[in-house]
């Protein structure tokens, strides 16, 4: 292995890099093995020490930075990466949103294939790696705006594209030079837990980073995957989605995270109903080999027996593993047993100056905690009194879907409460799923002419209290309220306050409507 030849590119000695500028010195240092510059962009001439050195500048270091120079402070960014933003924009977030979007767009083709202005795609398949490759594409353009805007609009100083080393922890070694600051924030994210079988190394098995870098070929006609959290569904359906038989091989149950059970009936039944197959309580055994390393198929263990599954393409979601060992090695903070970093409220490690945000940190593995985890550190250490706890959020996923929730699922809220109201579309009804409702944003064509297909909504109501203990969406464009009114129920929201609101109708959660026809109710009733 030839050495690596670093050369130092300082960007604070020529013009400001425009967005346009960025994007092509990024591609370039990315792709191109002899591009091996490190990005430089300290203020040697300020003399003040650092606040903090953030190692890794993803969405929990570029946020923590940015809050700390808010605040008066002084940060410097590692990363290993030419750019800032992390893995959402490299390969997690940014991509999963494309391909979700496609399996929405694909199930109504689909739905409606030769009808109305959508095309005939009875038999066809589409292409993923057309898609790939359309993502691969298209992320310099993200990572060169979050390369403008931390220097050009939030004064960040950086150093990219060169790995960090902790000495100890207020030092920092990178690209053979030696960095001290006051306190040091371990922001270095996660990666994709390993497929551990014979055959996971072979040409064919992905991870959704490896799908991203190294796809070079078109899946044929049957997909495995592996896990049943969110990366596997969303992944999964996708792959559904263009057309293939995709089975998902899942070692207990599908979607555990969906709590409230007719919401997770719906969304599985709809996820089956578009042909995708559960093999639930089932493990993958092997991969098998074509004899030149590429995946020929996969054998599974099912509780009906052993089945051997033909395919080239196998993708596991099987959650992740912390970048956390070199911290635990320089620095000796105390882990979890999953490998995480302990932290308290106040992103502390139990290493006097060390803090420890994002992904670091464990579940969930969120962009909002990422990115507030960073930013409470940052004021903290700024010297302002605060407490982040993450143990109550709003949560979403997408299967063809779009699942948005809060609060407790109607089963746990019966225990808790006793007396609840549930308002719900569709309602209780003989005809039942076939009803057209809810009647959303772009679910309408399904409610006029696939109305099982329109959608589940359910807002669970503590009786006694009035208050919004629950909500849950399935269908399209409600995520955005769902962040909103999570603020609203935290703050106590009764259905009386929602009967209160205005609603944007058509609006894609329908809660303040139904709320307004049992609002004037003294003893509620279910909707
Ligand atoms: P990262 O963004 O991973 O940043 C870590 C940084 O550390 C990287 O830039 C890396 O280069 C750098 N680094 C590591 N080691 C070193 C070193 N030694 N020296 C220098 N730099 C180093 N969340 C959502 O809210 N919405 C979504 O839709 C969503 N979709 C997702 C889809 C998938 C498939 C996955 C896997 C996750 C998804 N997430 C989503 C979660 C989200 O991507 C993460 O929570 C978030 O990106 C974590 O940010 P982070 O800064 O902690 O880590
Ligand atoms: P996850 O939520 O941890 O789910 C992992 C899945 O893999 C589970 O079904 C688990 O089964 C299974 N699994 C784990 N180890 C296995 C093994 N050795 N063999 C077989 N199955 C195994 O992981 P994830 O879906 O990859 O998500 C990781 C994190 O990223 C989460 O915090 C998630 O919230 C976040 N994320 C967010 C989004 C988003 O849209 N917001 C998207 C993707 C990921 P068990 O259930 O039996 O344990
Ligand atoms: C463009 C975009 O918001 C997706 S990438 C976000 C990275 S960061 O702003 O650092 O959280």
Same mark, same amino acid.
């Given at each position: 292995m030839t050495?690596?030849?670093?050369?130092?590119w300082d960007i604070r000695k020529q013009d400001p890099l425009s967005i346009h500028d960025w994007g092509p010195e990024i591609d370039s240092m990315l792709e191109d093995p002899d591009d091996q510059r490190v990005v430089f962009n300290v203020d040697e001439t300020d003399p003040r020490p650092f606040d903090a050195i953030f190692l890794g500048g993803g969405?929990?270091?570029?946020?923590? =930075?940015?809050?700390?120079?808010?605040?008066?402070?002084?940060?410097?960014?590692?990363?290993?990466?030419?750019?800032?933003?992390? =893995?959402?924009?490299?390969?997690?977030?940014?991509?999963?949103?494309?391909?979700?979007?496609?399996?929405?767009?694909?199930m109504l083709a689909r739905t409606f294939s030769g009808q109305y202005w959508f095309p005939d795609l009875e038999g066809k398949i589409t292409s993923i790696k057309e898609m790939v490759d359309l993502f691969r594409a298209g992320r310099i353009a993200p990572h060169a705006i979050m390369n403008f805007q931390s220097k050009e609009q939030l004064d960040l100083e950086y150093i990219l594209n060169a790995p960090g080393r902790i000495i100890d922890s207020h030092t920092v070694?990178?690209?053979g030079r030696v960095f001290h600051a006051n306190n040091l924030i371990l922001a270095t994210g996660a990666r994709p837990r390993?497929?551990?079988?014979?055959g996971a190394d072979l040409h064919g098995v992905y991870t959704y980073e490896s799908l991203v870098e190294d796809l070079d070929y078109e899946p044929g006609d049957t997909v495995v995957v592996i896990g049943g959290g969110k990366t596997a569904v969303e992944y999964g359906c996708f792959f559904q989605a263009t057309g293939r038989r995709t089975i998902f091989v899942v070692r207990s149950q599908l979607l555990k995270l969906l709590e409230d059970g007719e919401t997770r009936d719906?969304?599985?039944?709809?996820?089956?109903?578009?042909?995708?197959?559960?093999?639930?309580?089932?493990?993958?055994?092997?991969?098998?080999?074509?004899?030149?390393?590429?995946?020929?198929?996969?054998?599974? =263990?099912?509780?009906?027996?052993?089945?051997?599954?033909?395919?080239?393409?196998v993708f596991h979601g099987l959650g992740e593993i912390p970048n956390s060992e070199m911290a635990a090695d320089a620095l000796g903070v105390k882990l979890n047993d999953d490998g995480t970093i302990v932290v308290n409220p106040q992103m502390q490690t139990s290493v006097p100056n060390v803090y420890a945000i994002g992904d670091l940190i464990g579940t969930p593995m969120e962009m909002f905690k990422a990115r507030k985890s960073g930013m409470y550190a940052s004021r903290h250490i700024m010297g302002e009194d605060i407490h982040y706890e993450f143990n109550e959020f709003p949560d979403f996923l997408h299967t063809h879907y779009e699942v948005s929730w809060f609060g407790i699922g109607e089963e746990e809220a019966r225990e808790r409460y006793g007396e609840v109201t549930i308002i719900k579309m569709p309602p209780d009804s003989e005809d039942g799923w076939e009803v057209a409702l809810p009647a959303t944003d772009r679910m309408m064509l399904y409610a006029f002419a696939k109305p099982r297909m329109s959608g589940f909504q359910k807002l669970?109501?503590?009786?006694? =209290?009035?208050?919004?203990?629950?909500?849950?969406?399935?269908?399209a464009g409600a995520r955005d309220a769902f962040q909103y009114l999570f603020q609203l129920y935290r703050k106590g929201l009764t259905i009386d306050q929602l009967a209160e609101m205005d609603e944007l109708f058509l609006n894609p959660t329908h809660f303040i409507q139904l709320s307004r026809l049992r609002a004037g109710n003294q003893n509620l009733r279910d909707l």
């Open positions: 050495a690596r030849t670093l050369t130092t969405a929990a270091g570029r946020f923590g =930075s940015a809050y700390m120079r808010a605040l008066g402070g002084r940060q410097l960014i590692i990363d290993r990466w030419p750019f800032l933003g992390g =893995s959402c924009p490299h390969n997690a977030c940014v991509p999963h949103h494309l391909f979700s979007e496609a399996a929405a767009e694909l070694e990178v690209a390993p497929l551990d079988c014979p719906y969304v599985i039944t709809m996820m089956k109903e578009q042909g995708t197959e559960i093999w639930e309580d089932s493990l993958l055994t092997e991969v098998h080999n074509d004899g030149s390393g590429k995946v020929k198929g996969v054998t599974v =263990s099912t509780p009906n027996g052993t089945e051997y599954v033909e395919t080239d393409f669970i109501i503590a009786s006694e =209290s009035r208050r919004v203990v629950g909500a849950h969406h399935v269908g």
